[in-house]
């Protein structure tokens, strides 16, 4: 079975600020995908990155970047210099790589709230 | 290129009544997904479709859901008869196999 934790589920900081949202995940499966998806506050749900598991290195995508760590099964997502526009519900998720199910496993949520 | 299109945007319906929902995939996806948001029970895939086939449908909460999938371009989403603790977002997206899931704009659901 697969599981992703979010243990955050409220944050709140002041624009500006550096924010980090922590991913943990369990899954039996050696190969799998890893996501971060945004939900603003109109609703909609946006992808932001894909990682699969053969791919530890760090990504940076102008103010976010992501931590995977396959030793503590974690993927974190770190927003630098956080703007209000940066509120939002952000999921983090898990796919297997094999066999023919590929349903997303979806954590409960982080809700980020950034202050002017 | 356009997104996942869903229709109706809002329906509001009387208990009883059936409601249809209705998922325009990415042209070129091959995999299409129906998710249930709430409050209390979060994000729940309900079903989803490889190649216009059901592959897990293990997430729809009863009998009275059901999903079609009869071409490539289109899925629905039906509900009969339908209950006030189905009022949710309801949200369809698609994807190439085991890649990323691009969203609809969701459905937001109302039974009174």
């Known amino acids: 079975a697969q599981k992703v934790t979010q243990a955050q589920t409220e944050i709140s900081v002041v624009e500006k600020e550096d924010v980090t949202l922590d991913c943990v995940y369990e899954?039996?499966?050696?190969?799998?995908?890893l996501f971060w998806y945004k939900q603003p506050p109109s609703g909609e749900l946006v992808f932001l990155i894909r990682?699969?598991?053969?791919?530890?290195q760090n990504e940076i995508s102008g103010r976010y970047s992501w931590n995977f760590q396959k030793s503590t099964s974690s993927f974190n997502f770190t927003i630098t210099a956080s703007q209000v526009v940066d509120s939002a519900v952000y999921f983090c998720?898990?796919?297997?790589?094999?066999?023919?199910?590929?349903?997303?496993?979806f954590g409960k949520g982080t809700l980020l709230t950034v202050n002017p | 290129d356009a997104g996942v299109i869903q229709s109706p945007r809002h329906e509001v319906t009387e208990m009883g009544q059936e409601v249809t929902l209705r998922c325009k995939p990415i042209?070129?996806?091959?995999?299409l997904f129906w998710y249930r948001q709430t409050m209390m029970r979060g994000l729940e895939l309900l079903i989803y479709?490889?190649?216009?086939?059901?592959?897990?449908d293990s997430g729809m909460p009863e009998d009275r859901f059901s999903a079609k999938m009869p071409n490539a371009s289109f899925s629905t989403l039906k509900i009969q008869p339908s209950e006030p603790r189905d009022s949710a977002v309801y949200f369809c997206?698609?994807?190439?196999?085991?890649?990323?899931?691009?969203f609809g704009p969701g459905t937001r659901l109302t039974v009174t």
């Open positions: 998720a898990l796919s297997a790589l094999g066999g023919s199910n590929y349903k997303l496993t």
């Open positions: 899954t039996r499966d050696t190969t799998y995908y």
């Open positions: 479709f490889n190649n216009n086939v059901p592959i897990d």
């Open positions: 997206a698609s994807s190439l196999v085991a890649r990323e899931q691009y």
């Open positions: 990682r699969n598991s053969f791919d530890e």
């Open positions: 042209s070129g996806h091959n995999s």
